[in-house]
């Protein structure tokens, strides 16, 4: 197992702290996170004796041992040409509804209300940031790499907490202990805090696990959104909870990401709100979300 010295860049120093620290970055309009999930446990308790808890733990045995730095290159490559369909955003929200993701331990509602749900209370508390409604809107829209037209991919390489591939794995990954078997794990070019990175080298520059995070960075990215860079950061970023939560991979980040970590941090509290047992009104809601999508993408996307 690899451990490393504590010291700050001077990068580091000026971030944000993490958990309650983050809080003058909410709103004042009474916006409270709840307790409890779905399942009634603390939001992500991986050690919860809930139905999911032995499905999310095999979930993450498969994901880190296959997460490897050739296995992302090699998604990335292919993936990349984006050749696999053309459609909507909103075709794709509805494609999402036929899959539940194995590695969440909170969620058990169709996808797209979690979608609506984000957006809606991020909508409620943000109502100015409109760009910020949308990213909330499509944040999972890459979990359709599941469906059997993306080539029904398994859900240890769609979904899941993210990490950097190419240096070493942090401990604050959830159920490290898995990464031993990982044909990274050993390799010096890999196995060290840089790896083939240099400090504050920015993370667009850092290769992540692969999922439906990157995937749907690419697929905005190369459609030419509008979307600001903090929707992006959001996107590719979302599950990376050993940075947002954990503080862990900072040194691999520039100014950029320090600024951009900041709506992170703001949309998180959100994304796991509408993971209780809120309700949202579909058809009620589409109109609105459907002129955001016209305001900031084609009105067909490659994917």
Known sequence: ??????????????MIPLGDDNKELASDDGFVVPKTNAFGHTFRDYDAESERKKTVEEFYRMNHINQSYDFVKRMRQEYG????????????????????DESDPDLDEPQIEHLLQTAEAIRKDYPNEDWLHLTALIHDLGKVLLHPSFGALPQWAVVGDTFPVGCAFHESNVHHKYFKD??????PDYNTKNGIYSEECGLDNVMMSWGHDDYMYLVAKENKTTLPSAALFIIRYHSFYPLHTYGAYRHLMN?????NLKWLHIFNKYDLYSKSKVRTDVEKVKPYYLSLIDKYFPAKLRW
Do not use: G
């Open 1 to 14: 197992m690899t451990s490393f010295p504590i010291h700050q860049t001077e990068l580091e120093k000026k």
């Open 81 to 100: 040409k984006l050749n696999r369909a053309e459609m909507s955003i909103w075709e794709c929200c509805e494609l999402l509804n036929e899959f539940v």
């Open 182 to 187: 990982n044909p990274d794990y050993n390799n």
């Open 255 to 259: 100014e950029q990401d320090v600024e």
